[in-house]
């Protein structure tokens, strides 16, 4: 994964969207989000809310930095 210096728009996204920030398949996704679904919560139909985005960059890291 590049380091990048793109800002991350915080917004509403779906669970593709979010595989493809990271550069990950949706399966490494899901994996990845496993430990967190409780803390994160279940999707709003096709996306994830901004604050279950901003809670899965807490847990997560922004994509494309190092942490």
């Given at each position: 994964m590049?380091?990048?210096?793109?800002?991350?728009?915080?917004?509403?996204?779906?669970?593709k969207?979010?595989?493809e920030?990271?550069?990950?398949?949706?399966?490494?996704?899901d994996?990845?989000?496993?430990?967190?679904?409780?803390?994160?919560?279940?999707?709003r139909?096709?996306?994830?809310?901004?604050?279950?985005?901003?809670?899965?960059?807490?847990?997560?890291?922004?994509?494309?930095?190092v942490?």
């Amino acid at each position: 994964m590049g380091i990048t210096n793109d800002k991350f728009e915080l917004k509403a996204y779906s669970k593709k969207e979010l595989a493809e920030k990271y550069q990950v398949s949706v399966k490494t996704f899901d994996k990845w989000l496993k430990p967190f679904t409780e803390k994160i919560g279940e999707k709003r139909g096709r996306f994830y809310t901004v604050n279950q985005v901003k809670t899965m960059l807490e847990v997560l890291g922004v994509p494309g930095t190092v942490n």
